[in-house]
């Protein structure tokens, strides 16, 4: 995001927490940071925020825009600005107040009668916001302060502000065409998922079709794993505490994991799967003439994450993965690097999203050693081996530190939901510690005990993650090789159920998924709903049709076509399905 932005919607955050202050004098405030796509405040009052008030705040902003109101930093010392945020009953800045050096200097910045502490920049004054929207429509979102279950439920409202009102209904045009296309809306009505308050938040349930397209995808990355040298393994889905002590999960993940059984025998469903195959590497001797083992697994985990970060397919507590990992000695390293990395762009071009995604060099932050094993010189050293495989492969990867894991360092590859927001799909990690944890060894061509390396990796990443973003990215039409239904035989009328009868059973002895509507509507009613289903071929049977023993097609790619022979467009779809064919819908 470039800074001007950032400061732009910095100041709109404040405009922001001054309407809730002067409306809602007893809220209290926490932090109001500015985003990649505009901006957000959090409060703490007794109940959330209702649309009604929300319109109320959004009304009061463009007073205080109005206002023109100048914008000016100033500095206390640390005592003086614990006396402010006492005095003022701001619990939350105090404790942010507390964190800092005891001897340095505050920053806060005034505008009118509000005052807040930030680090800033800001604008010269609040007249230079000239549009702004308040986008929490329903009301305000539950976000636990600093993301712990552990902390109090607090109101988050999110918001957005441009130079012109032009720039602002572009946004909100976009906006709403996104809202159209995002996976939880659209995924729900095209019936691919849903969920249940009974069963819990977290746990969609894939329907027919979710379950199909995300039965192809797995079918084909274990195919694809197997040509390329993986074995297969199949692993529980739960183990004792014992284990993640001896992998570090217990001391670095416990937070996000399901703890299960008594507290003095406690077993955890798994939040990953390699302890398991670390543990099957172990059951047998290895040489150096048996490495690279690449064990894949297609895998169910199971991850504690906040009720607040629960979102449709995308950030789930139950999902499964196309999870790997590779032990190769470290001459095997930067090659075996590269035929992961080679995997996972192969996978997202034959998804067709191979354009769409950017790279993430994830490092260690060596300020903040609890969260991480291992020593600094190894990190540094297997951070610059990652860096070398990165630029030989050519990646422009952009560098984030304290986003590795808690074993090494890792390169994720990114793809941005329909609302500009960022998510991790594959990663590929370089592991130095774990192998030493589990005493994992191979004999070298000397006859001496080593070391091996771990490469972590997915192949497609999450399933359930994958199959949103390919409903937003596709707009429900997912490319005919995955889309759960390839065709529809609709008749005419049910004299022509025979023949009709005959060209669905032809299609499925083909292997392409059909279904045939012989129900007694409309033929344009038929037609209207297939394309709504996003059917990517529509097989129309009548009179002619029967007689020439043809079928009238529509694409979606192409509308109406006229007439072909059965045995025609059975072969054009299975040739298009094998070939992975990505057309755009007409």
Known sequence: MPEEMRTYWHTASHILAQAVKRLYPECRLAIGPATSEGFYYDFDREKPFVKEELDLIEAEMKRITEEDLPIGRFALPFAEALKWAADNGEQYKEELIREL??????????????????????????????????????????????????????????????????????????????????????????????????????????????????????????????????????????????????????????????????????????????????????????????????????????????????????????????????????????????????????????????????????????????????????????QSIMRGIIDELGLDAEEADGEAAFYGPKLDIQFKNVYGKEDTIITIQIDFALAERFGMTYTDADGLKRRPIVIHRTSVGCYERTLALLIEKYNGALPLWLAPVQAAVLPISDRFGEYSESVHRALKNAGIRAELDSRSEKIGYKIREARMDRIPYILVIGEKEEAGLTVSVRSRHAGDEGEMKTLEIINRIKDETDRRVILASG
């Open 101 to 382: 050096p005891e001897g340095c200097e505050i920053s806060f910045y005034r505008q009118g009668e509000f005052t807040d502490l930030c680090a800033g920049p800001h604008l010269a004054s609040t007249g230079l916001v000239k549009a702004v929207k308040l986008l929490s429509e329903g009301g305000s979102s539950g976000a636990y302060w600093r993301g712990s279950e552990k902390n109090r439920m607090l109101s988050r409202i999110y918001g957005v502000a441009f130079h012109k009102p032009k720039e602002l209904a572009e946004y909100l045009e976009r906006r709403e065409e996104a809202r159209k296309r995002d996976h939880n809306k659209l995924g729900r009505e095209l019936k691919y998922f849903t969920t249940s308050d009974v069963i819990g938040q977290g746990l969609p349930l894939l329907m027919p079709k979710g379950a199909k397209a995300v039965q192809l995808l797995q079918r084909f990355v274990e195919d694809e794993e197997e040509r390329r040298g993986y074995v297969l393994t199949k692993t529980p889905l739960m183990a004792k505490s014992d284990l993640y002590k001896l992998s570090g999960h217990w001391d670095h993940y416990k937070d996000g994991m399901f703890i299960l059984g008594e507290e003095d025998d406690p077993y955890a469903l798994r939040p990953m799967t390699c302890p398991f195959q670390f543990t099957i590497y172990n059951a047998e001797q290895h040489s150096y003439k048996d490495l690279p083992v690449r064990y894949s697994e297609t895998s169910t985990l199971f991850r504690n994450e906040a009720s607040g970060e629960m979102h449709g397919l995308i950030r789930v507590r139950q999902f499964t993965i196309s999870e790997g990992h590779l032990v190769c000695t470290k001459d095997q390293l930067s090659e075996e690097f590269k035929g992961v990395a080679d995997l996972a762009v192969f996978m997202m071009d034959a998804l067709g999203i191979g354009g769409d995604i950017s790279y993430r060099f994830s490092k260690w932050d060596k300020d903040n050693r609890e969260k991480y094993i291992g020593d600094e010189e190894t990190w540094e050293e297997t």
